[in-house]
């Protein structure tokens, strides 16, 4: 038997209401930020090269992230005709790979690259989705960002808002330090991550007081260990008890906009479908281990039919005792190696349950007729050669002998 399923791949989809944020005019006083390194172009060509030539050229990971940020922000320019296009980019590599390329990406590119970079070079890095504030005014779509350790702290930084703004749908290059290192409790004021987690706080705020500017009810709750839980999401195997995390954090912390919601949407979906791979896989082992042991029944029948050939024709051509005791005793092991792999299925996974019920059925009554030919194999090596020839024979009515 065996049973074929289809695992479901995961596939990311957002409405196309859901764009990404776009770094809005300001007036300010803003400090610039430096001249960054020139690069050649042949260590632009990946996120692995631009990391190896930063590492290569700085002398600390402070001035490494400083230099990456500054090249950032002097060289890649904002696309503004794709920040109305949610699927431009495949995934974080494609995002990263083609902002290097075309010199221009929508927030993903830019946070995806910075991400990639300080990955390779071993640099503590997180991507982080959410959405900004304007004003005061939450804006209408959402955007990405990094958080990035240095000196055993952690901060937030956005290369997107770094480089410059978008005006009447023109970028404008306007490079400035505001968004570079920005401790956690100051970056929030205008940048709310959809997990509460990334706002990096003992004292996170939830998504209305975010909405409504009030930022003090919060200290007023329990502390949230956010160091042992990025500790704890960092190192955990298991990814649907991961997700699942991530969508109890969301819910508990109040789905106030659409944002919120397609975020939380996207998790949900993720943690149903890696449950439901999950559940074929297991479904997948079960048959493949029944499979296992209805092979080695099979084949315990097809020695067993060898041997019953073997004692109808009394045991010749002849056999030293020694292998007539091991024909029968190798069958009795693979019918042990069956009933061993039956054990350990779940008795519940219906494709098989049927299957597994009748296995272990023609198993009994297999094991029994091997018992009885072992005694009979005992019983034979036991005999005397000249009286072995009788013990083929079973007087069963009227003193006629039966093979």
Request: hydrophobic residues 40%.
């Amino acid at each position: 038997m065996r049973v074929v399923f289809i695992l479901l791949t995961i596939i990311t989809s957002f409405s196309a209401s859901l764009l990404y944020a776009q770094p809005r005019e300001r007036i300010s006083t803003e400090r610039p930020v430096p001249a960054a390194l020139v690069i050649p172009e042949a260590d632009l060509a990946t996120p692995v090269t631009l990391s190896n030539y930063l590492s290569a050229h700085t002398t600390s990971r402070k001035e490494f992230v400083r230099q990456l940020y500054s090249w950032l922000a002097w060289n890649i320019g904002y696309d503004v005709p794709n920040m109305y296009s949610p699927n431009y980019y495949k995934d974080t590599l494609d995002a990263a790979q083609k902002t290097l390329k075309t010199r221009i990406g929508v927030c993903q590119g830019y946070a995806n690259l910075y991400y990639l970079v300080c990955k390779e070079a071993g640099i503590p890095v997180h991507l982080i989705g959410g959405y900004t504030k304007t004003s005061g005014r939450i804006d209408n779509a959402s955007h990405a960002w990094v958080a990035v350790q240095v000196d055993n702290t952690w901060y937030m930084t956005d290369p997107t808002w770094g480089a410059g703004v978008v005006n009447n749908n023109k970028f404008i290059r306007k490079p400035v330090d505001s968004y570079f290192l920005v401790a956690p409790a100051a970056f929030v004021g205008t940048h709310m991550p959809f997990d509460p987690l990334w706002q990096l706080l003992e004292h996170p705020y939830r998504h209305d007081e975010f909405r409504d500017n009030n930022l003090k009810a919060a200290a007023e709750r329990a502390v949230f260990n956010y160091k042992d839980s990025v500790l704890a999401y960092e190192t955990m195997n298991d990814d649907l008890l991961k997700y699942q995390l991530v969508v109890n954090r969301i819910e508990g912390y109040g789905v106030t906009n659409q944002l919120i919601g397609h975020e939380l949407g996207y998790y949900k979906s993720l943690v149903k479908y890696i449950a439901e791979n999950r559940q074929i896989a297991a479904a997948n082992k079960a048959i493949d281990d029944f499979n296992r042991s209805s092979n080695q029944y099979n084949r315990a029948v097809n020695m067993f039919n060898e041997y019953v050939q073997f004692k109808n024709n009394q045991f010749k051509p002849s056999k030293p005792d020694g292998d007539i005791r091991e024909m029968v005793d190798a069958i009795g092991r693979k019918l042990a190696e069956s009933r061993k792999g039956l054990a350990g299925l779940n008795r519940n996974e219906g494709a098989i349950r049927g299957n597994i019920s009748e296995l272990q059925e023609s198993l009994s009554a297999m094991e029994k007729r091997v018992g009885e030919e072992q005694a009979f194999v005992d019983k034979y090596i036991k005999t005397k050669k000249v009286f072995r020839k009788s013990l083929f024979y079973k007087t069963t009515w009227m003193g006629i002998p039966l093979n």
